[in-house]
C-alpha cells in the first residue's frame, strides 16, 4: 500500500558466547550485523558493548562482570573493547591452523563452488597478500 512504513527485519539473537575460541569471530560478526541492521537499538558504543553484556555465559560472563564492578572504560569504547575481548577469547593460534589446513587443502571429489567457497572462508582468516594465493 501507499505509505506505509516499511517493517524492521526482525532479527533472532545469536547464542550466548561462552570461552569456545573457535566460535569467536563468528559471534563478533553476527553481533556487528545485528548492529548494523538495528542501529537505532544499539546507536552508541556503550549500547553496542552492553548487547555483547548481555550474550555472555562462564567465563566470558565473569570477565564481563569484572570490567563493569571496575567501570572500565573498555565498556564505552566498542572497538578498544572487542580488542580486548579478542585478546581474551579468540583463537590466537587461528592463523597458524589456518595456513596448514590451507597448504593440504585439495578439491577431491566436490563441486569446483563449493571447494573455492571453503577456500575463500578459511582464506579470510589470514593475513596473507593476494599473491601468496596465486602460488
Known sequence: MFGSIPKKPQISLPKKFDDTCSKFQGFVNQIRFIIQLHQHRYPNDHTQVGLIGTLLLGTTLTWFTLLLECQSPLLNIFEAFLEEFGASFDDSNKEHITTNKLQTFCQ?????????SKFWQLACDISWDKAMFMN
Do not use: I
Open 108 to 116: 577431491g571429489t566436490c563441486p569446483t563452488s563449493v571447494y573455492a
